[in-house]
């Protein structure tokens, strides 16, 4: 690092050359008030939003905020961006360049910030010439976080309607066989309720013995039914619960069902803002008071050193 040569006295030294210094800093002032203007530093304008994240469900361990960001971040909104706002043409890149795409992304995310807050929201913030550009182009990121999420949401409820109408497919087939036994057991075997039917049959039978037995086509026919209850009764039992089950569980997927399809068709939003964005009235880029400043500190500091090592030199030559 450059030092001031030994023996050096500043206020001396700036009361010696006072003329050259006014001068110089003088200068550097000048050039600095136009070198930062409009005319070489194109003024940006700043616009952003704040927003918390809703109706997200984390993938993994991540926070809906972490989630958020990463939505954000996607190359899907960026390129979506690039293209509805013709950035690479705002921005002057060269589309033959080999390194086209990485320096326009490299663009965006220097003129894009997407960043959390410690309050667990997310600041979108936008840099542009244009302050109406700027906010549009705020509000055009949370639009296409809602596109895209609607769309992973939307693939991911398809995927369950896909499964659900399967697995219904499967609980009707079989809800069909089992009702095409229970026909069967009715029809052949005159088994309707069991339960009820053994009752019955049972009072009629005890009703008969009591009264000695003097119907034969009645005792008969109630031997008839007590045989085929013994033999397809379980049958009967054990068919009705097992349909009774298999009823119960169609009735929950097409509750799965009917909540998975209209997951597909509703319009959620994934954003509740908190401060919305809205066109900048004042540039934030570039502060101009900030590189008079510096320039015009970093002026004096090399003339103050150019002349002490001249002074020096002079000094040097006369010894």
Same mark, same amino acid.
Request: proline share 1%; hydrophobic share 40%; charged share 30%.
């Given at each position: 690092m450059s030092q001031f040569p030994e023996n050096t006295n500043v206020l001396e030294l700036l009361l010696k050359y006072k003329k050259h210094v006014l001068l110089w800093v003088g200068a550097a002032v000048v050039l600095s008030v136009i070198f930062s203007g409009e005319m070489f530093i194109k003024p940006r304008y700043k616009s952003f939003a704040i927003v918390y994240p809703s109706n997200l469900i984390p993938y993994t361990k991540e926070s809906e905020t972490e989630q958020m960001m990463q939505l954000l971040e996607?190359?899907?909104?960026?390129?979506?961006?690039?293209?509805?706002? !013709?950035?690479?043409?705002?921005?002057g890149m060269d589309?033959?360049? !080999?390194?086209?795409?990485?320096?326009?992304?490299?663009?965006?995310?220097?003129?894009?910030?997407?960043?959390?807050?410690?309050?667990?929201?997310v600041k979108v913030e936008v840099y542009d010439t244009d302050p109406g550009r700027a906010c549009d182009m705020v509000n055009e990121v949370l639009h296409l976080l809602n596109l895209k999420q609607r769309s992973l949401q939307r693939s991911k409820s398809a995927e369950?309607?896909?499964?659900?109408?399967m697995q219904m497919d499967n609980a009707?087939?079989?809800m069909d066989s089992m009702e095409i036994v229970m026909?069967?057991?009715?029809?052949?075997?005159?088994?309707?309720?069991?339960?009820?039917?053994?009752?019955?049959? @049972?009072?009629r039978y005890l009703k008969m013995i009591s009264t000695g037995g003097g119907n034969p086509a009645g005792?008969?026919?109630?031997?008839?039914?007590?045989?085929n209850l013994e033999e397809k009764g379980g049958d009967y039992v054990s068919v009705?619960?097992?349909?009774?089950?298999? *009823?119960?569980?169609?009735?929950?997927?097409?509750?799965?069902?009917?909540?998975?399809? *209209?997951?597909?068709?509703?319009?959620?939003?994934?954003?509740?803002?908190?401060?919305?964005p809205f066109p900048a009235d004042k540039k934030?880029?570039?502060?101009?008071?900030?590189?008079?400043?510096? @320039?015009?500190?970093? @002026?004096?500091?090399?003339?103050?050193?150019?002349?002490?090592?001249?002074?020096?030199? *002079?000094?040097?030559?006369k010894q």
């Open positions: 996607s190359n899907d909104i960026k390129d979506e961006m690039i293209r509805k706002f !013709s950035l690479a043409k705002h921005y589309s033959t360049s !080999s390194s086209f795409y990485t320096t326009l992304l490299k663009e965006y995310d220097e003129n894009v910030s997407i960043k959390k807050t410690e309050f667990e929201s369950v309607v896909k499964i659900l109408k009707k087939t079989e026909k069967e057991l009715r029809v052949k075997y005159g088994i309707l309720d069991y339960d009820a039917q053994a009752k019955e049959v @049972s009072k005792m008969k026919e109630i031997d008839g039914v007590i045989k009705k619960e097992h349909l009774w089950r298999a *009823r119960g569980r169609w009735n929950d997927l097409k509750v799965e069902y009917q909540t998975a399809v *209209r997951d597909i068709v509703k319009e959620l939003t994934y954003s509740n803002p908190i401060t919305k934030s880029y570039p502060v101009r008071w900030l590189i008079v400043l510096v @320039s015009t500190a970093s @002026s004096f500091f090399f003339i103050l050193l150019a002349l002490a090592i001249i002074d020096n030199k *002079r000094l040097g030559m």
